[in-house]
């Protein structure tokens, strides 16, 4: 009897499976009929554009703002694959940031600027990253930077806007022009201090000790803009594998893969009047034994 039970059980089942597949397949028949009278992302944004560039209807700035935020959103989900296209996603990330963004002559050179700052994008007629430069305001040359060709070039967009927002953060202090000049310069020269400390401590070979008794800990350097980061403690919670339910070594490649531990970020605030570094203070001195010693120049109306 149970056996005869679960048999018609069994076949119910199979009917009503069945008849989920077909209902599925009815549904999607009825949405591939459809799909012919459907616009793409592509035209459906062109569309929103056109309506906010429309003169026959005033549109009141809520309506507008409503209007920008959609074609912020279908322009976020448009593949990028081509110049027009990367065009538009840089120019809709960068309003979104509140910078300013221009399209050279030659329409494949963008430029994406602050009053402190400025990126130039060089794109070829596909819409592939050829190069990236930052232009800093009060530095004569530019330099090109992989990390954000790199981003692009792989459609991070996240990682992309993430590292404009890094370098607005450097200028984002309280001063004149003149004075936010200087803020790179001095952020730069702190990094080249701290990176010359990290290159003393490099003897110790144990991840533990770089850790926890050096003195600047595991050191990261500034990746376009993305700040310089320095790890200076690892729990051991951290290296708890829940898989394996064991406990993983301390190594660096981890620490700096996985993001574990404690860290600070090398940054600028605004602060009361604070004298900042305008050049290295550090440099390296070997004893008779041949140690190497760092010394620390004083702040000097030169180097400030």
Same mark, same amino acid.
């Given at each position: ?12 089942? /199979? ?26 992302? @592509?035209?459906? #944004?062109?569309?929103?554009?056109? /309506? ?5 209807? /005033? ?45 050279? %002559? ?18 070829? =007629? +596909? ?30 967009? #996240? ?15 309280? &001063?004149?022009?003149?004075?936010? *000049?200087? &803020?790179?310069?001095?952020? =730069? ?26 003195? $600047? ?9 993305? %700040? ?16 394996? *339910?064991?406990?993983? %070594?301390?190594?660096?490649?981890? $620490? ?8 600070? @970020? $090398?940054?600028?605030?605004?602060? /009361? ?20 010693? %760092?010394?620390? #120049?004083?702040? +000097?109306?030169?180097?400030?």
């Amino acid at each position: 009897m149970n056996k005869l039970t679960n048999g018609t059980n069994t076949g119910q089942l /199979a009917i009503m499976d069945k008849s989920k597949d077909w209902q599925l397949e009815l549904l999607m028949e009825k949405l591939r009929s459809k799909s012919s009278q459907f616009k793409s992302l @592509t035209e459906m #944004a062109k569309t929103v554009r056109m /309506a906010m560039l429309e003169k026959r209807y /005033a549109l009141d700035s809520v309506e507008k703002s409503q209007h920008q935020k959609c074609l912020d959103t279908l322009q976020h989900s448009i593949k990028v694959t081509s110049l027009q296209s990367m065009v538009e996603r840089l120019e809709s990330l960068t309003r979104q940031l509140g910078l300013k963004f221009v399209q050279g %002559p030659s329409g494949v050179e963008l430029f994406i600027s602050s009053d402190m700052f400025y990126l130039e994008i060089i794109l070829d =007629q +596909t819409g592939a990253v050829l190069d990236v430069k930052v232009h800093h305001e009060g530095k004569i040359e530019q330099q090109s930077c992989q990390e954000l060709v790199s981003c692009l070039s792989k459609g991070d967009f #996240a990682d992309f806007t993430a590292q404009l927002e890094g370098f607005a953060s450097i200028y984002q202090l309280n &001063a004149e022009k003149k004075v936010k *000049c200087k &803020a790179f310069t001095a952020l =730069q020269s702190l990094e080249a201090d701290l990176s010359t400390l990290a290159q003393l401590q490099m003897f110790m070979k144990e991840p533990f000790n770089l850790l926890h008794k050096s003195p $600047v800990g595991i050191l990261e350097k500034r990746r376009g803009g993305h %700040p310089m980061k320095l790890t200076y403690f690892v729990s051991p919670y951290d290296l708890i594998n829940t898989e394996k *339910c064991e406990l993983e %070594p301390i190594t660096i490649e981890a $620490v700096i893969s996985k993001s574990l531990g404690y860290s600070v @970020t $090398v940054c600028m605030e605004g602060s /009361a009047g604070q004298k900042l570094q305008t050049s290295t203070l550090i440099t390296v001195n070997k004893n008779h034994n041949g140690k190497s010693t %760092p010394s620390y #120049a004083s702040l +000097t109306n030169q180097n400030t």
